[in-house]
């Protein structure tokens, strides 16, 4: 059975995968792997880029989706026309020849990542360029054109000891043939001055207990002036921030529902 695994550490946002599926699809005709993709509005491959915290405390955060080729594909139980089918390989394709337009499986994709193609009458989607797989290729076109190698796809036997540092997706609702890794985490930043000297303070220690876990982060500020707590969960939860500096204190509630950054923080 066959596998990707994407390792968003290392994805750049560069998106050569989206452009590669692009080029390989668009007026290309791979029946009865898939007729030819639109020059718009559908995208087997798309890079998501997400822009998290506040200026001057952000990170951008970029992730390839694409079919999950699903181990529960509701998709296929929903075609009434056997055009959607599952390889061998584990790949999930829908067959341009049997597609009857009924539009079941695009309102049915959890993840939202079937098309369908006005002008053909069909649904469409990423086939893991089957086709090319087929031919003797021994990746398909988006994980080839990846030039940081964020992208990989193989036997999942063979890549099973990355498989096993998987994380879910918050987009995702299904499991699948497609593995990320390094899912990015939340943070909680903010940069700490003294407003009489109006300096910076280096070396403050600040600590963050999270409030019914009581488990608790510690970090210091750097040569800015700055504190970053990351990998924490991006999801609601309520934490106590203190910050000591030479015998003075400042305790700061913080709530998280996504990245916060606390701003400049007078001590």
Request: hydrophobic share 30%.
């Amino acid at each position: 059975m066959k596998a990707f695994v994407v390792d968003l550490s290392i994805c750049n946002g560069c998106y050569c995968c989206q452009i590669s599926c692009k080029d390989e699809h668009v007026a290309n005709d791979w029946t009865p792997y898939a007729a030819p993709q639109p020059d718009t509005g559908q995208f087997w491959v798309k890079v998501n880029e997400e822009i998290r915290g506040t200026v001057p405390k952000v990170k951008i955060s970029y992730a390839p989706m694409m079919c999950l080729h699903c181990d529960d594909a509701k998709c296929m139980k929903e075609c009434s026309s056997g055009a959607i089918s599952r390889r061998a390989d584990g790949m999930i394709v829908i067959d341009p020849t049997k597609c009857v337009g009924c539009k079941l499986c695009p309102d049915t994709c959890p993840n939202g990542m079937i098309y369908f193609n006005e002008n053909l009458n069909i649904s469409q989607k990423c086939t893991g360029c089957s086709h090319l797989i087929d031919d003797n290729w021994d990746h398909p076109r988006c994980v080839d054109s990846c030039p940081t190698g964020a992208l990989k796809y193989g036997e999942e036997s063979e890549l099973q000891e990355l498989i096993a540092k998987a994380e879910p997706l918050k987009a995702h609702h299904t499991s699948g043939r497609v593995y990320y890794l390094n899912v990015p985490k939340g943070f909680v930043a903010g940069t700490l001055y003294d407003p009489i000297e109006k300096e910076v303070l280096i070396g403050a220690t600040c600590t963050l207990v999270e409030q019914g876990s009581n488990q608790t982060r510690t970090v210091e500020t750097d040569n800015f002036g700055d504190f970053w707590f990351k990998d924490l969960p991006r999801e609601k939860r309520e934490y106590t921030l203190t910050l000591e500096k030479d015998g003075k204190k400042k305790v700061i509630p913080v709530e998280t529902t996504k990245d916060v950054n606390l701003g400049d923080i007078p001590m």
